[in-house]
C-alpha cells in the first residue's frame, strides 16, 4: 500500500497473517492512503478486502515488486508488521480465505465451515510455499537468507524501515502513526480452538522455526 504521512510518500508491505488489514484499513479510514480498498467475492470489505492502486496491483506486494515497478520508491519510507513464523503459519492456516465455500456448492452465499481438519502434511506445504516476511521486506528478489538480513537491516539502522510486532500492534501502531489503530484484529480465524491446539505442538513448532522462516526470527525477534 501507498500512502501519506507528514506529507511523505510511504510504503506499507503487507505480510499476510501479521495484522496488515487492521493497520490498511485504519490508513485508509484515516485519509491517507493512496489506494483504494475494494470488497469482491467472500470479501465484505471490513475484515476481508483487497487493495488496489497505480502500482498497488495486490494486497501483498513485496517491496521489491514495489521498487521495480518505480525505482522512485527506493527513497520512500516502508512499514510493516511481522509475527512469530510458527503462529503465522497457524494463523495462515486456519485463515478464513483459505475455507470459505460457497453455501450450496457453485451459488449462493458464501459460508465458514463449523470446524476445519487439521492435516499435518498440507500445512507443512504451506509453511514451504508461503515466503519468509524477510523475502517480502528485502528490496531486491534473493532468496538469499544472508544477503536478505544484511540488507533489511541496512534499512532497519538508517530508519527507512520501521518495523511493527504482532504481539504489540496497537501499542506499535501508535507509536508509529500517532493515532489509534481502528480495530484490531480484523479477519481472525473461526476456528479459535483448533488454532490453540496446533500452537501446542512442539514438534511442529521447531520444524517451522528452525526451517526456511527461521530467518524471521533472526532479524526481527
Same mark, same amino acid.
Given at each position: 500500500m501507498l500512502f501519506k504521512f507528514d506529507q511523505d510518500l510511504c510504503i506499507f508491505i503487507h505480510v499476510p497473517k501479521t495484522g496488515g488489514n487492521s493497520i490498511q #484499513?485504519? @490508513?485508509?479510514? #484515516?485519509?491517507m492512503s493512496l489506494d483504494k480498498l475494494v470488497a469482491e467475492d467472500h470479501q465484505?470489505? *471490513?475484515?476481508? *478486502? /483487497?487493495i488496489r492502486g497505480s502500482i498497488t496491483r495486490t494486497k501483498h506486494q513485496s517491496m521489491s515488486e514495489y521498487f521495480l515497478k518505480n525505482p522512485y520508491l527506493a527513497k520512500a519510507k516502508a512499514y510493516s508488521?511481522?509475527?512469530?513464523?510458527?503462529?503465522?503459519?497457524?494463523? +495462515?492456516?486456519?485463515s478464513p480465505n483459505r475455507h470459505v465455500? /460457497? /453455501? +450450496?456448492?457453485? *451459488?449462493? &452465499?458464501?459460508?465458514? &465451515?463449523?470446524?476445519?481438519k487439521f492435516n499435518e502434511s498440507e500445512f507443512l506445504s504451506l509453511v514451504e510455499e508461503t515466503p %519468509? #516476511?524477510? %523475502?517480502m521486506l528485502c528490496p531486491c528478489d534473493t532468496d538469499r537468507a544472508e544477503e536478505q538480513? %544484511?540488507?533489511?537491516?541496512?534499512?532497519?539502522?538508517?530508519?527507512? @524501515?520501521q518495523i511493527l510486532r504482532t504481539e504489540n500492534l496497537?501499542?506499535?501502531? @501508535?507509536?508509529?502513526?500517532?493515532? &489509534?489503530? %481502528?480495530?484490531? &484484529?480484523?479477519n481472525v480465524s473461526f476456528c479459535q480452538a483448533q488454532l490453540r491446539s496446533v500452537l501446542e505442538s512442539a514438534t511442529l513448532r521447531k520444524s517451522v522455526e528452525t526451517g526456511k522462516h527461521a530467518v524471521d526470527l533472526e532479524l526481527f525477534y
Open positions: #484499513a485504519s @490508513l485508509v479510514e #484515516a485519509g465484505d470489505g *471490513f475484515d476481508r *478486502f /483487497k508488521c511481522v509475527r512469530r513464523p510458527f503462529e503465522r503459519m497457524v494463523s +495462515y492456516y486456519f465455500r /460457497k /453455501k +450450496y456448492h457453485f *451459488f449462493g &452465499p458464501y459460508c465458514e &465451515p463449523e470446524t476445519v %519468509t #516476511a524477510s %523475502t538480513i %544484511t540488507l533489511i537491516r541496512d534499512m532497519m539502522k538508517s530508519n527507512q @524501515l496497537s501499542d506499535d501502531f @501508535l507509536r508509529s502513526f500517532k493515532f &489509534p489503530i %481502528t480495530k484490531y &484484529p480484523r
